[in-house]
């Protein structure tokens, strides 16, 4: 199994920046992507950001350019780089890590953390 913890979320005026941590632990090796999804209220969870266990990203195009997403192996956490933040930027946001065995894919998914852009 594998268990995803979601931290750094908060309040943040527009423009500012926040960095969202997501620690990976358990059958971490069997993970072979990972990434970002938030969902605003009444609306439909969408995907932020990705990365592959080689290093491939990819970005929603409201988030290219302002957002990084990266990891750092030596511990287990991918994070998510926020900045120049706008206020449709607000919403809930969740880890997610995807492994691939034998012709199907299993999910993992965080508690998820709200960040909010606001004056």
């Known amino acids: 199994q594998v268990q995803l913890v979601e931290t750094g979320g908060g309040l943040v005026q527009p423009g500012g920046s926040l960095r969202l941590p997501c620690a990976a632990s358990g059958s971490i090796f069997s993970i072979n992507a990972m990434g970002w999804y938030r969902q605003a209220p009444g609306k439909q969870r969408e995907l932020v950001a990705t990365i592959t266990s080689g290093g491939s990203t990819n970005y929603a195009d409201s988030v290219k350019g302002r957002f990084t997403i990266s990891r750092d192996n030596t511990k287990n956490t991918v994070y998510l780089q926020m900045n120049s933040l706008k206020p449709e930027d607000t919403a809930v946001y969740y880890c997610?890590?995807?492994?691939?065995?034998?012709?199907?894919?299993?999910?993992?998914w965080g508690q998820g953390t709200q960040v909010t852009v606001s004056s």
């Open positions: 997610h890590a995807e492994r691939y065995s034998g012709g199907s894919y299993l999910h993992y």
